[in-house]
């Protein structure tokens, strides 16, 4: 069944399924809007650098001050933090437009939007949201979230930072790696050991760390083959103190909290590998209308046609399963699965779309001025990042109740 409502002066095309849901596939005004505001900037301001940013592997400061100015920062939270009034959606295409041209600055601005911001904007206090939130939301600062350790990667639960109750302070000591934005963050969320629940497993808290706190050593030499503008940090906690007023959220669910956050960040990532593999068919599309082989457009080659097709449809499955994702979210409703789908597709989607447009390109995709090299590169890291491919079919299979 179709019906068509009125909205803005618009005819909207509504399609009820066999469970009652209503699908539309438009976007609406705002979320237009921001999608073109967010291609323009990134187009005039990002792309013209993107290849000198991955080549000098240097964090392009300036860039991410226009972009606080503009309010991207804040698209998904609330005026009253700062904030621009979103939803997920237009965060979602915003992440995917930035993404499109520079997948360095796409993901420092994902990780401080969904992992930096977003725990404190869904378990901090009226007062964590004042004090740290809004500059992250007015872009006076990025933000990062510290999880991963040399030893507990996809692993998360065997963290073995630790943070212990002194009188009205949290002692933290530990190591934090691969952490983006470090380097570049007012604050830090890490993710600490701060005691034994009733089954004698560990209680995972997080809490806010000020990056001038005593204590807190941030360097970041990595030498990264993708993403190389974006910062990634090592943290090393020796006796930092805290205020217990710091602790985000409940301590004895901290560790659904960051699953939580890590459910939301997933979503960025899958935005971003689907403006990895939008660039990624852009590029090998405009190639193969103009290289001419055997007195033709290569474009009118059925092999390549065939490597088109296929890209044009993948990237059109993760941008569905990305937006649905983010809906889900806005709605208020599980997406945990959802957000799994989109991530483990749009990356893998970016990973062959790149590698697909570097055999398009033949001898030319190899070569750095080309730019699809670097789409693989840069895709490569989500794969990784944000959970694992293995993960997500991990989690995926869990939902299916196996």
Known sequence: MFYFLSRTDQLVGLVINDRGF?????????????????????????KPRAIEIDREAKFPEDIFQQMGKL??????????????????ISYALAVEEIGRVCG????????????????????????????????????????????TEPNAGSDAGGTKTTATMDGDEYIING??????????????IVTAVTGKNDQGKNIISALIVPTDTKGV?????????????????????????????????????????FLSTLDGGRISIAALGLGIAQASLDKALAYAKERKQFGKPISEFQAIQFKLADMAMEVELARNMVHKAAWL????????????????????????????????????GYMREYEVERYLRDAK??????????????????????
Not at 113 to 125: K, Q, R, W
Not at 332 to 354: C, G, I, N, Q, V
Request: hydrophobic share 35%.
């Open 175 to 188: 190591e934090k790696s691969f952490i983006t934005n470090a380097s570049f963050s007012n604050t830090i």
């Open 22 to 46: 209503i699908m539309n596939f438009e976007l609406t005004k705002e979320q237009t809007m921001i999608r073109t505001m967010v291609r323009d900037f990134a187009e005039e301001v990002i």
């Open 71 to 88: 309010g991207l920062m804040g698209i998904p939270f609330p005026e009253e933090y700062g904030g621009s009034g979103g939803d997920t």
């Open 104 to 147: 360095s600055t796409g993901l420092s601005y994902a990780a401080t939007v969904s992992l930096g911001a977003g725990p404190i904007y869904a378990f901090g206090t009226e007062e964590q949201k004042q004090t740290y939130l809004r500059p992250i939301a007015e872009g006076k600062t990025l933000g990062a979230f510290g999880l």
């Open 329 to 364: 979210k806005d709605q208020h409703k599980p997406f945990s699965k959802e957000a799994a789908y989109a991530k483990l597709f749009a990356t893998e989607t970016a990973f062959r779309s790149a590698n697909q447009a570097i055999q398009i390109h033949g001898g030319y």
């Open 217 to 257: 050593t941030i360097t970041s030499d990595y030498d990264k083959m993708g993403v190389r503008g974006s910062d990634t940090a090592e943290i090393v906690l020796e006796d930092v103190r805290v205020p217990t007023s710091h602790l985000l959220g409940d301590p004895e669910t901290g560790f659904k909290q």
């Open 381 to 402: 890291l989500l794969e990784i990042g944000e959970g694992t491919s293995e993960i997500q079919r991990i989690v995926i299979a869990r939902q299916l109740g196996c």
